[in-house]
C-alpha cells in the first residue's frame, strides 16, 4: 500500500559534511549542510568535463572534512542528446533485429510532410539475433546454439562493440537465455545490459529501447563515476535518479537508464517539499536554467509515469513526469530566413555563455535580453562575485536590431515575449492538455532564469499566485539533498485481476519485496528504515495502455476512480486486467536539520528598497525599486514594478502586481489581483 505516514526513524549516521551538487548546462550549483546550518554556490559549469567543476566546488567548500556527497548528473542525458555514447551492440531473438528500428506505428508529428525519424541507437550491422525462443509461457521452445553464439561473440569482437544490450522475447518470464550470454560475455571486457534486469515488463519494443538507451550510456556513465570516485569515496557518492530518489553510485553505473533526468527531477522533489511546508498540495514546478526549462505539475503527490522518450527514444522505467522545452537564461536569439524571431533550442552553454558573460560570446541570448531591458542587473549578479558587462551585449543587439528598424530595447522584449512563449507552451502541455486548470495551482518558481519570468507566465496562464523559495536557483539540488534512496521493482503477470487471489497477489509481492530488501541491506539500510510501497498496473480488458494505482484492498473501487479521474470517464462494468505488479522500496535518508530559515517576524514597508533603475515593461520605462532579499521581513508587501535580487536568482515584479513574504522568507507574488 501507499503510505501517506513514514514514521521510521531516519538513518542515524555522523558525517561531518553532506553536500549536494547539481551539474546544469551552465552553472554547477552546491548546498552543503555543515554545522546544522545550509549553505549554497555556484560554479560555471564544465561541458567538456562535468567532474571538473564538481572538484572544484567541493576544494572550495573543503578537502579535509569527511564528506557524504548526492549528484545530480547529465551525463548520461548528454551522452544520449548529442548522440556521443559507447559503441553499442543488441543480442536478440533471429528475425527481431529491427524491432528497435521499426519502433511503433504512432508518428509524434503527424501532418509534417518533412519529418524525419530519429536513428536508431544500434546500426543495423550490430543488432545480431540467435535462433533461440522462449514461448509466452515462459518455456523454452529453441535452445540457444553455443556454437552460433560464439560467432556473435566474435562479430562483436571484430566491430570494437563496447557495450551491448541483450534482449529476447519473453526473458522477463524465463531469462535463462539472457543470462547465458551474460556469462559468456564476462571475460570478453565488454559492458552487459539484460532486458530481463534493466526492465523486466512485456512490449518487446519499448523494453529493447530502454535496455539499448541503458547499454549506450553504461561505459560513459561508468567513466565518470569512476572519476568521480579518484576524489569521493565511491561509499560515500549517491547518484539522483529520474524517479525522484537517489541510488548509490555502483547502482548508477550498472543502470544509468534511471538517471536520464537526473537534474530535473531533484528539481520537482525540491519544490514539492517546499509547497508543502508551505501549505500547498497543488503545484506546477517551474525550472528554468541556463539552457531549458522543466515544468511538472504535482497533484497531491508526485507524478510517476513509465511513458517517457528522451530524443525521441522510449525509456519505460520509472520517472517523475517533467517537461522540457530549449528555453533558458543561455538560449540564442536569432531571425530564421523568413524573418522569424526564434528562441532556442541552440544555447550558449557555459562556454562561451551568454555575451554578457564576457567570454566571447557574441549571439545574443534571453540572459541578454533581460540585462538590456534592466531586469537582470550586472553588479548583482550571483551575489556580486561575477560581474556582468553591458557593451558587448548592446553591439550584439545593435547588429541584430538595426537592420530590421528596431531599437535594441524592442528586440530584447521580443526575445522575451518568444522565450515565454516557448515556455508556457510546456506549461500548458502538462495543466491544460492533461484535463487540469492552471487557476487551481500556485506555480512554484526556481532556477537561475526562472523569477524572471514567472510573473508573465502566471498571468498569461490564469495561475492566482507564483512561489519563489529561499535560494531558488539552487533548488534542485535541495531537492537531492531531501531525497531518499528509492528502487522501483516490477513483473509482468497479464492475469485478470478476479484470476488474482489475495494469497496469490501477496507470493508475487512477497517475490518482489525479498529481492528489494535484499538490495537494500546492500546498500546500507536496515528494515526498520525500509519503506515498501505496493502498486499493480491495471487497465480495463481489451486496452492497451495501464494506469499505476496503489494496492489496496478493494482494488477495483481504487482503479475505477483513477480511471475516471484521468480519462474523464470509468466503466464499473469491465474486466480489469492486472499488467504488471510493482513496488517501490525507499531507503530512509538523514535529511538537513535546518531545511527553512525563519526570518525576522518584524514588519518592514516597501521603502527599504537601496536603489532605483529604469525598467521596461511593455515599451516604457518604469523607475523600478531593487530589493537585496537577506533584507526582506516577514509579511512585506512589495507593488511593482520592483526587482529583488539575492545570490543564486533574480525576481521581477511588474507593474501592478504585488508581492508579500511568509515566515519562513517564501515570496509570493499575487498575479490575479493586479491593478
Same mark, same amino acid.
Given at each position: ?276 511546508? &508551505? @501549505?500547498?498540495?497543488? *503545484?506546477?514546478? +517551474? !525550472?528554468? $536554467? /541556463? ?8 497533484? %497531491? ?25 530549449? &528555453? @533558458?537564461?543561455?538560449? *540564442?536569439?536569432? +531571425? !530564421?530566413? $523568413? /524573418? ?8 550558449? %552553454? ?326
Amino acid at each position: 500500500m501507499l503510505h501517506k505516514e513514514r514514521e521510521l526513524k531516519e538513518m542515524n549516521h555522523t558525517w561531518e559534511l553532506v553536500v549536494s551538487v547539481d551539474t546544469g548546462g551552465t552553472f554547477t550549483d552546491f548546498i552543503y549542510e555543515e554545522d546544522g546550518r545550509l549553505n549554497v554556490f555556484k560554479i560555471v559549469s564544465s561541458p567538456d568535463d562535468p567532474s571538473r567543476a564538481v572538484f572544484q566546488g567541493l576544494d572550495k567548500i573543503t578537502s579535509s572534512k569527511r564528506r557524504r556527497v548526492i549528484h545530480g548528473s547529465t551525463v548520461a542525458t548528454n551522452a544520449l542528446l548529442e548522440r556521443k555514447g559507447a559503441i553499442t551492440a543488441v543480442i536478440t531473438n533471429k528475425g527481431f533485429e529491427d524491432v528497435l528500428e521499426i519502433g511503433r506505428q504512432t508518428r509524434s508529428r503527424l501532418y509534417d510532410l518533412s519529418y524525419v525519424r530519429e536513428e536508431p541507437l544500434v546500426p543495423r550491422e550490430l543488432r545480431l539475433g540467435l535462433n533461440c525462443r522462449v514461448d509466452s509461457g515462459g518455456s523454452i521452445i529453441n535452445d540457444l546454439d553455443e556454437t552460433e553464439l560464439s560467432s556473435v561473440i566474435t562479430a562483436l569482437q571484430d566491430g570494437k562493440v563496447e557495450s551491448v544490450a541483450i534482449c529476447f522475447l519473453f526473458s522477463f518470464l524465463n531469462p535463462s537465455h539472457e543470462l547465458l550470454v551474460e556469462k559468456v560475455l564476462e571475460d570478453t571486457g565488454i559492458e552487459v545490459s539484460m532486458s530481463s534486469r534493466v526492465l523486466p515488463e512485456f512490449r518487446e519494443y519499448e523494453r529493447l529501447s530502454t535496455t539499448a538507451v541503458n547499454a549506450y550510456v553504461k561505459p560513459v556513465m561508468r567513466k565518470y563515476i569512476d572519476r568521480l570516485a579518484m576524489g569521493i569515496d565511491e561509499n560515500n557518492l549517491s547518484i539522483m535518479q529520474s524517479n525522484g530518489g537517489r541510488v548509490s553510485a555502483n547502482t548508477a553505473s550498472d543502470e544509468p537508464v534511471r538517471t536520464i533526468l537526473s537534474g530535473p527531477a531533484g528539481g520537482v522533489v525540491g519544490a514539492w517539499a517546499v509547497a508543502q511546508s &508551505a @501549505g500547498f498540495s497543488r *503545484i506546477i514546478s +517551474f !525550472d528554468m $536554467g /541556463g539552457t531549458s526549462t522543466d515544468v511538472s505539475l504535482v497533484d %497531491g503527490e508526485l507524478p510517476i509515469t513509465t511513458d517517457t522518450k528522451i530524443a525521441g527514444l522510449p525509456v519505460k522505467t520509472p520517472t517523475i513526469d517533467i517537461h522540457t522545452v530549449g &528555453a @533558458g537564461g543561455g538560449s *540564442i536569439a536569432v +531571425f !530564421d530566413e $523568413g /524573418g522569424a524571431l526564434r528562441v532556442g533550442p541552440d544555447s550558449a %552553454g557555459a562556454d562561451p555563455g551568454p555575451v554578457c558573460y564576457g567570454k566571447g560570446g557574441s549571439q545574443p541570448t534571453v540572459s541578454d535580453a533581460n540585462l538590456i531591458l534592466g531586469r537582470l542587473l550586472p553588479q548583482a549578479f550571483l551575489g556580486g562575485t561575477m560581474k556582468l558587462v553591458r557593451s558587448p551585449v548592446e553591439e550584439a543587439f545593435l547588429d541584430m536590431a538595426r537592420p530590421r528598424g528596431m531599437s535594441i530595447e524592442e528586440l530584447a522584449e521580443g526575445i522575451c515575449t518568444v522565450a515565454n512563449s516557448n515556455m508556457e507552451r510546456a506549461l500548458r502541455g502538462v495543466s491544460v492538455e492533461k484535463g487540469h486548470n492552471p487557476q487551481d495551482f500556485v506555480l512554484v518558481s526556481f532556477g537561475g532564469a526562472a523569477g524572471m519570468h514567472a510573473a508573465f507566465l502566471a498571468s498569461s496562464l490564469g495561475i492566482p499566485s507564483v512561489m519563489i523559495p529561499q535560494n531558488p536557483g539552487t533548488l534542485s539540488a535541495m531537492g537531492m539533498l531531501l531525497s531518499d534512496v528509492i528502487k522501483d521493482y516490477s513483473i509482468t503477470v497479464m492475469k485478470d485481476l478476479s484470476e488474482a487471489s489475495e494469497e496469490n497477489q501477496e507470493n508475487v509481492f512477497a517475490e518482489l519485496e525479498g529481492r528489494a530488501r535484499n538490495e537494500m541491506k546492500n546498500e546500507g539500510f536496515h528494515d526498520g528504515n525500509i519503506l515498501i510501497e505496493r502498486y499493480l498496473d491495471l487497465r480495463y480488458k481489451g486496452q492497451s495502455y495501464e494506469l499505476i494505482v496503489p494496492h489496496h484492498k478493494d482494488q477495483r473501487s481504487v482503479f475505477h476512480s483513477s480511471h475516471k479521474k484521468t480519462y474523464g470517464h470509468c466503466d464499473e462494468s469491465r474486466d480489469i486486467e492486472v499488467v504488471n505488479f510493482r513496488i517501490r522500496a525507499i531507503g530512509i535518508m538523514e535529511k538537513p536539520r535546518n531545511r527553512r530559515q525563519v526570518v525576522s517576524t518584524r514588519k518592514a514597508s516597501s521603502k527599504s528598497a537601496r536603489t532605483c533603475i529604469d525598467v521596461v515593461f511593455d515599451g516604457v520605462k518604469h523607475r523600478t525599486e531593487v530589493f537585496e532579499r537577506g533584507l526582506l521581513m516577514t509579511e512585506q508587501e512589495i507593488a511593482g514594478p520592483a526587482v529583488v535580487t539575492e545570490y543564486s536568482s533574480t525576481t521581477v515584479i511588474p507593474p501592478g502586481f504585488l508581492m508579500t513574504t511568509d515566515s519562513y522568507g517564501n515570496m509570493f507574488i499575487d498575479c490575479m489581483g493586479r491593478s
